[in-house]
């Protein structure tokens, strides 16, 4: 079964500063992975997804992600912050095309003028 | 531009009652899942649907029911309510051919 492990639970970061927030993932093959973000009291946005291809992946509002096999990792980094990131980021894997989206713990993102 | 709704937004139940978290979607998606969200837990799986009359049990799906009679409807059935069942609940759908998973924006339920 696939696993995901988001390691910081918080982070804080300066505006303007820039951001990586860390997922692992447990999978026999090449997963399908997601990153969402959740503003306080609302659903997921899906900020940019990895399924083949190129292992940098832009996403929307700045954000990018690097897939690496080596290191089953999919991070997650903003060059410069704005003080609307603030929200919680959440590290997803699916086995292939399939709806059954396994979540990491999620990284809370606060940010400082 | 509704996307996956989800009603009631809000609700507090009581010890032993039922209820029904609605989920529907206009964007003639096959596939329709059901997530509970808790503290430091992220999301986990209830129920999912891959089309019309075929369900199927995620990770968490005791004391969950769940029925797809329709394309567009995913409704998740409570039958007697337990705290253990407070949680946020997001209906979600995607379409057989892509890739993307869309998320309904929350149902907050309270058991007291």
């Known amino acids: 079964a696939q696993s995901v492990t988001q390691p910081d639970i918080h982070i804080t970061v300066s505006e303007g500063a820039s951001l990586e927030l860390r997922c692992n993932y447990s999978y026999g093959a090449t997963p399908y992975l997601f990153w969402y973000v959740q503003s306080p009291g609302q659903g997921l946005q899906l900020l940019l997804k990895?399924?083949?291809?190129?292992?940098l992946v832009q996403g929307i509002k700045g954000f990018e992600a690097e897939f690496k096999r080596s290191q089953s990792s999919f991070n997650l980094r903003k060059p410069s912050v704005h003080w609307s990131d603030a929200a919680e980021y959440f590290c997803a894997v699916a086995p292939g095309g399939n709806e059954k989206l396994t979540f990491g713990t999620g990284t809370r993102l606060t940010i400082i003028p | 531009n509704a996307g996956v709704t989800q009603t009631p937004k809000f609700q507090v139940l009581k010890t032993g009652q039922s209820m029904t978290l609605q989920c529907a979607q206009d964007?003639?998606?096959?596939?329709m899942s059901w997530y509970r969200q808790d503290p430091g837990m992220g999301l986990r799986l209830i129920h999912y649907s891959v089309g019309a009359g075929i369900t199927d049990q995620g990770e968490v799906p005791n004391g969950y029911n769940v029925s797809r009679s329709t394309t567009e409807d995913f409704p998740l059935r409570l039958l007697s309510a337990a705290p253990s069942q407070t949680s946020v609940y997001f209906c979600?759908?995607?379409?057989?051919?892509?890739?993307?998973?869309?998320f309904g924006e929350g149902s907050w339920l309270t058991v007291v």
């Open positions: 964007m003639n998606h096959e596939y």
């Open positions: 990895y399924f083949s291809g190129d292992t």
């Open positions: 979600a759908s995607r379409d057989i051919s892509g890739n993307t998973i869309y």
